[in-house]
């Protein structure tokens, strides 16, 4: 099972990013994956997720209306797009899976498992 994240770089606030989570070896139907962030001296922090069995999604409230999560069966990837981005944003951002029933209770990172490497997005202001 593994899960490769990418995408991530730097930009200036306001500007958008798209990060794409590539899943292999293990059935991508069978998982929720999520997209979690960890900034410099912070815990680390769940921001969105999508559902395996009908899409539905989970946004933290810092992110609601600037980012959109997707997913792409065919391809195995989900996706990241990221608007309006803002210096807090600033943080390593990495994708796991986890369990459907983990969107009805906001995502907490120990149920989430085949953490990828991370992806760094810097925010300039």
């Known amino acids: 099972v593994q899960l490769q994240a990418s995408g991530g770089g730097l930009v200036q606030a306001g500007e958008s990013l798209t990060l794409s989570c590539a899943a292999s070896?293990?059935?991508?139907?069978?998982?929720?994956i999520g997209w979690f962030r960890q900034a410099p001296g912070k815990e680390r922090e769940g921001v969105s997720c999508?559902?395996?069995?009908?899409?539905?999604?989970y946004y933290a409230d810092s992110v609601k209306g600037r980012f959109a999560i997707s997913s792409d069966n065919a391809k195995n990837t989900v996706y990241l797009q990221m608007n309006s981005l803002k210096p807090e944003d600033t943080a390593v951002y990495y994708c796991?899976?986890?369990?459907?029933?983990?969107?009805?209770?906001?995502?907490?990172?120990?149920?989430?498992?085949?953490w990828g490497q991370g992806t760094l997005v810097t925010v300039s202001s």
């Open positions: 070896g293990f059935n991508f139907d069978d998982y929720a």
């Open positions: 796991a899976a986890g369990p459907d029933w983990g969107l009805r209770v906001g995502i907490p990172s120990r149920i989430f498992g085949s």
């Open positions: 999508i559902s395996s069995s009908d899409d539905s999604t």
